[in-house]
């Protein structure tokens, strides 16, 4: 069965500058979620997008921005990276808007600030 | 007091043993509960969804006690394979906010030969 499809699988980045996240959902998923973890942290909400209207924010960072396309994919840009923003981050996605709230997770982008 | 609490272990037990970890969350406005199971530096995977009525998926069973306000996972016959750490989420019902998961910091289970 197709899972939640994210690239890159690494970034490494320096200091100050951008970053692109991508995320493919489950097909006929309605509902992304972004989330990141840090090294022996639970994974912490960031936002969420159902059918491409951002839904939720959590501690997400002004610096960083998302969107849910027509196609349902989602972006994360990061900028004015930081070294704490080395992390690992994750989209989820369900069917949320149908009663499917199971949310099922990328394998997820390892992001290292340098 | 973070809103969804586990013991962070890590539980050390052997191979054969029955093992059970408990979560308990603070918002009584949760209303959805699953298990993830997450292995080093990979993504979480839903092991179990949680239900008032409990639900067991082989040798994982999972309860709810909304009274009390916690989730509990037991693992009989524990396997080698089942070395992970566990993490609990919660979901609020409805709005905006639905699907959106809150977890527990996860607990490291070991199974030793």
């Known amino acids: 069965a197709a899972g939640v499809i994210q690239s890159p699988r690494h970034l490494i980045k320096e200091k100050r500058e951008t970053a692109t996240l991508k995320c493919y959902p489950i097909?006929?998923?309605?509902?992304v979620y972004w989330y990141q973890q840090g090294p022996g942290q639970d994974p912490q909400f960031l936002i969420s997008?159902?059918?491409?209207?951002?839904?939720d924010k959590g501690s997400i960072p002004d610096r960083f921005s998302a969107q849910q396309f027509s196609d349902y994919h989602s972006e994360l840009n990061m900028s004015s990276l930081e070294l704490g923003d080395s992390a690992l981050y994750f989209c989820?996605?369900?069917?949320?808007?149908?009663?499917?709230?199971?949310?099922?997770f990328g394998q997820g982008t390892r992001l290292t600030v340098v | 007091r973070k809103e969804v609490e586990q013991d962070p272990g890590p539980f050390n037990v052997p191979e054969g043993a029955t093992v059970a970890f408990n979560c308990t969350y603070s918002?009584?406005?949760?209303?959805?509960f699953f298990w993830y199971r997450q292995d080093c530096r990979k993504e979480p995977k839903l092991l179990m969804s949680?239900?008032?009525s409990g639900n067991e998926d082989g040798r994982f069973t999972a309860q709810l006690n909304r009274a009390s306000q916690y989730i509990s996972l037991l693992i009989r016959d524990s396997k080698l394979s089942d070395s992970a750490t566990y993490l609990c989420?919660?979901?609020?019902?409805?709005?905006?906010?639905?699907?959106?998961?809150?977890f527990g910091q996860g607990t490291i289970l070991t199974v030793h030969p």
């Open positions: 989820a996605s369900s069917a949320a808007g149908t009663g499917r709230i199971e949310a099922f």
């Open positions: 097909p006929r998923h309605d509902t």
């Open positions: 997008f159902y059918e491409k209207m951002q839904s």
């Open positions: 918002n009584s406005a949760s209303q959805s």
């Open positions: 949680v239900y008032s």
């Open positions: 989420a919660v979901c609020r019902a409805g709005g905006t906010s639905y699907g959106k998961l809150t």
